[in-house]
């Protein structure tokens, strides 16, 4: 919602201070489909020549992201914390039960009952992962933290690489909007025995191109790009709790501390309660 909002904001800000000032908006108009296109065109073909085809189909799933915010909702972290409740009082009591759900997430009758986790696969990747390699005694909490600092990173930037995509693009949008006025100035000279008011119109056309390139970078695509940056970062703290509570887990703290130490390094905004959490384990452990 904020993002249409600021969109809106945006364009009546803009187009509504200029018209007020006195502004004609038919020498815009006029000029606007042919300005796009060249900056508009040229923006993306650059943009499809410095990115392999997974990061382009990537960085346009991304763009969703300015408006539905993170993928990781406050309660999909407190789900977060029950499954892996579930999981380490399993390790502890029955090694060898928790084999099968590490070994088939996907047919797990634990992991079943978080069906949004469940889906993505990051997450059940870092979680069997970890519990596997304590299972085959790789369990030095100092190696293990190493290793998942290190994915995490790989991961983060991996995810990052779209957002710093868009954001070269709006580094250039101002420069290729010189191009399109240059290219409007040319065309401008070469009717130079015009009258006045024609070519007064001409340069005008040709300014747009200027102007379209530094609008479109400063008030949409960087935007679009950061908030892309900030909805992935905040979504990357939900990998971190898992990396939290597995390493708590591999210092033999007692499972509710490891839950407790997931939580409190939950950011605010998405930590769920002490109370909440308290109740939402007691129904996991009255349904086991």
């Known amino acids: 919602m904020l993002g249409i909002i600021g969109i809106v904001l945006v364009f009546v800000m803009v187009f509504g201070g200029y018209v007020l000032a006195g502004g004609k908006m038919a020498i815009i108009i006029k000029a606007l489909p042919f300005e796009l296109m060249m900056i508009g065109g ?37 789900d977060l ?6 999981l380490i009082r399993l390790a502890r009591s029955s090694p060898v039960a928790l084999e099968e759900h590490v070994e088939n997430p996907e047919e797990s009758a634990i992991f079943g009952k978080y069906p949004k986790i ?12 970890t519990l596997r390699s304590v299972s085959m005694n790789y369990d030095d909490p100092h190696q293990v933290e190493e290793v998942l600092d290190k994915r995490l990173e790989r991961m983060q930037a991996h995810a990052l690489h779209p957002s710093h995509a868009l954001g070269s693009v709006a580094d250039a949008l ?7 006025a240059v290219l409007g100035v040319i065309k401008t000279m ?13 340069i005008g056309g040709a300014l747009v191109g200027t102007f379209l390139g530094v609008f479109l970078s400063y008030a949409f695509v960087a935007p679009f790009a950061a908030k892309m940056k900030a909805t992935i970062d905040d979504d990357f703290h939900f990998y971190q709790l898992i990396r939290e509570v597995l390493v708590a887990n591999l210092h033999n703290h007692s499972t509710n501390i490891c839950i407790e130490v997931g939580r409190q390094n939950t950011p605010s905004h998405f930590r769920p309660t002490f109370v909440d959490l308290e109740d939402a384990l007691k129904s996991v452990k009255q349904a086991s």
């Open 118 to 129: 469940a889906a993505d696969a990051n997450s059940v990747e870092l979680i069997c992962d």
């Open 190 to 202: 070469a009717s130079i025995d015009q009258p006045p008011e024609v070519l007064g119109k001409m």
């Open 81 to 86: 914390l029950c499954l892996l409740f579930e």
């Open 174 to 180: 101002p420069a290729l909007g010189i191009v399109a």
């Open 42 to 78: 040229a923006a993306v073909g650059a943009f499809l020549i410095s990115n392999e085809g997974s990061v382009v189909k990537h960085a346009i799933r991304d763009m969703s992201k300015v408006f539905k915010g993170p993928k990781w909702k406050p309660e999909d972290y407190r």
